[in-house]
């Protein structure tokens, strides 16, 4: 379920941005000097809103990658901005993905060994007689 959700967050989070949230983040256009005396509109405060959840994505992809090579080393990196709690889902989730990609990294070798071409040898036992 952690890779899942791993790959839901970093890959399906930008994916729905992308096509319902207006394409990409960047303006296509620089903004004229009369947006910043414009009134908000729905459509102003929903990108607004979309560019707030690209940062969200960006920083979260960023903790996520932090956890993955914190998960190698030895030591602990605080991101900034990572105490409300975007860094602790991601250790979470990178915790659980190297545990099961850890534990099938082991299980793979033993249920080979058992049931690989070795597995038709048998041992052959012999006495020396030492006179």
Do not use: K
């Not at 009369?34 to 994505?57: K, R, Y």
């Not at 030895?74 to 990178?94: D, E, H, I, K, N």
Request: with cysteine; aromatic share 8%.
């Amino acid at each position: 379920m952690a890779l899942i959700a791993i790959a839901a967050l970093l890959g399906g989070v930008p994916y729905a941005l992308w096509t319902w949230g207006g394409g990409a983040p960047w303006p296509s256009s620089a903004p004229s000097e009369d947006w910043f005396t414009d009134s908000l509109g729905a459509e102003q405060i929903l990108g607004i809103l979309v560019a707030v959840l690209w940062l969200a994505w960006v920083h979260f992809t960023i903790c996520v990658v932090v956890e993955a090579v914190q998960g190698r080393r030895a030591g602990a990196r605080q991101v900034p901005g990572g105490s409300v709690g975007t860094q602790s889902l991601a250790r979470r989730l990178v915790a659980s993905a190297m545990l099961l990609v850890g534990s099938a990294a082991v299980a793979m070798p033993a249920a080979s060994g058992a049931t690989g071409p070795g597995a038709e040898h048998t041992a052959v036992a012999t006495t020396y007689n030492s006179s």
